[in-house]
């Protein structure tokens, strides 16, 4: 019955999803659903909300993703962006590089519907060859994503090494290889075909383009190595004081004046996931009291379902159907940790596993904002582009498969 029950309550939340309920409306109802099947009373629930607003992690936490996206939108919002890519340019003259490298850089800022900022550079850069509009649409949408599975300014994946309560950079340390992997098939698949010889003008601006990916620069390296400066802090709050060593350069070189300033703070997207992310903390702390998961594992043992195949299975169908990273790790890892947890299995093997696949599943959704957004910008066909995804994807799927098994009986350090 419990299990059941869970099913039914992520069934909700994907519904609730695609019929376009904010993520963090959709995660209370189901926080509300779970306590309304599990009987528990008003109080009882209300004792939940507040344990997780008391929690300093998620605090922490919040404020990270927040300061990730003033930083985000801080690039966006000024000429930052567009001098960075003249610099690049100007510094490397291969075209094909250059189709596959300036929309992975792109990709380092994670801003809803990315794509259809590198698109433009993308376009530009196709202009004086015979590469096709489609092409043009999947090398874009492919390479932007490439970094999303170990960059670790992406909002998703600090959320999955938190609700799995794993470092975040040791977690990325096994999750490299899919970036390397999803550069590899995107060359052979994409850019290898293209017959072109053609090379861009470079001058001698080097000095130029370092300068102008400082801030990025600086803060990976902060966030990477903050800990060894300051060991007393928390990793997150490292990495707090590192995106915002960034926000601060890019204020100062940009002149930002308070006009800039009030619409980086009033960007509508910083609310939604604030509002997303403590509707996410709610939701897994009902999970864990309710006693819903503890008791759908006890059947997943009886009827020997193997957790590697619910790890793998619904993030990739959450992921599909929603089109979102933020999202699928909110609706599927409060359970799936919380079933690694109850049956006493080595969790990285598992959470390497459902994130993977869980971006997989993101990456093939018609859902995607990116994806959308490219099938506009290059006037293509949907079956022109999601065709081509198939056989990369695939091998992804394989290659986190393999991993899996590699890792297994393998426990990494938690926080």
């Known amino acids: 019955m419990a299990l059941v029950k869970l099913f039914f309550i992520l069934g909700l939340l994907i519904l609730l999803l695609r019929r376009g309920?904010?993520?963090?409306n959709a995660l209370l109802t189901a926080a509300v659903v779970c306590v309304l099947l599990q009987q528990v009373y008003p109080l009882e629930f209300f004792g939940i909300v507040m344990h997780s607003f008391k929690?300093?992690?998620?605090?922490?936490?919040?404020?990270?993703?927040?300061?990730?996206?003033?930083f985000a939108h801080s690039m966006s919002k000024t000429d930052y962006a567009n001098r960075f890519i003249k610099a690049y340019q100007s510094f490397s003259p291969n075209v094909k590089f250059n189709l596959m490298m300036i929309p992975a850089f792109i990709g380092l800022l994670p801003m809803p519907g990315g794509a259809i900022f590198s698109a433009p550079f993308v376009e530009r850069l196709s202009e004086d060859t015979q590469v096709p509009r489609s092409t043009q649409a999947i090398v874009n949408y492919w390479?932007?994503?490439?970094?999303?599975?170990?960059?670790?300014?992406?909002?998703?994946?600090?959320?999955?090494?938190?609700?799995?309560?794993?470092?975040?950079?040791?977690?990325?340390?096994?999750q490299i290889p899919f970036t390397?992997?999803?550069?590899?098939?995107?060359?052979?698949?994409?850019?290898?075909?293209?017959?072109m010889t053609i090379l861009t003008k470079k001058t001698k601006r080097e000095t130029t383009f370092i300068k102008e990916v400082a801030p990025?620069?600086?803060?990976?390296?902060?966030?990477?190595?903050?800990?060894?400066?300051?060991?007393?802090?928390?990793?997150?709050?490292?990495?707090?004081?590192?995106?915002?060593?960034?926000?601060?350069?890019?204020?100062?070189?940009?002149?930002i004046n308070l006009h800039k300033l009030k619409e980086i703070f009033t960007e509508k997207t910083l609310l939604k996931?604030?509002?997303?992310?403590?509707?996410?903390?709610?939701?897994?702390?009902?999970?864990?009291?309710?006693?819903?998961?503890?008791?759908?594992?006890?059947?997943?043992?009886?009827?020997?379902?193997p957790l590697g195949f619910i790890a793998?299975?619904?993030?990739?169908?959450?992921?599909?159907?929603?089109?979102?990273?933020?999202?699928f790790v909110g609706v599927t890892f409060p359970l799936i940790v919380t079933l690694i947890h109850t049956m006493h299995v080595p969790h990285l093997p598992y959470v390497?596993?459902?994130?993977?696949?869980?971006?997989?599943g993101v990456l093939l959704s018609p859902m995607h904002l990116c994806f959308v957004l490219s099938l506009e910008y290059f006037q293509v066909r949907f079956d022109q582009i999601h065709r081509k995804l198939y056989r990369p994807c695939f091998v992804l799927l394989l290659a986190a498969g393999i991993c899996f098994f590699l890792l297994k009986g393998y426990n990494g350090p938690c926080k």
């Not at 903050?226 to 100062?252: D, Q, T, Y």
């Not at 939701?283 to 864990?288: D, G, V, Y």
């Open 21 to 24: 309920w904010l993520l963090g």
């Open 55 to 70: 929690n300093v992690q998620n605090w922490l936490l919040t404020c990270i993703i927040l300061s990730i996206l003033i």
């Open 143 to 174: 390479f932007r994503h490439c970094f999303e599975f170990s960059w670790p300014l992406y909002p998703g994946l600090i959320l999955a090494a938190h609700l799995a309560q794993t470092d975040l950079f040791y977690l990325i340390s096994f």
């Open 180 to 195: 390397l992997l999803a550069f590899y098939l995107g060359y052979h698949a994409y850019i290898k075909p293209l017959q």
């Open 216 to 255: 990025i620069g600086m803060v990976l390296i902060l966030a990477v190595f903050g800990k060894c400066l300051l060991p007393s802090l928390p990793r997150e709050v490292n990495i707090g004081l590192a995106v915002w060593m960034g926000i601060l350069w890019i204020w100062i070189k940009e002149r």
């Open 273 to 305: 996931v604030l509002y997303a992310v403590f509707g996410i903390f709610v939701f897994k702390q009902t999970l864990n009291e309710t006693q819903i998961v503890t008791q759908a594992s006890k059947i997943l043992v009886d009827y020997h379902i």
């Open 312 to 327: 793998a299975l619904l993030p990739l169908l959450t992921g599909l159907i929603i089109g979102l990273t933020l999202a």
């Open 352 to 360: 390497v596993l459902a994130f993977v696949c869980g971006v997989i």
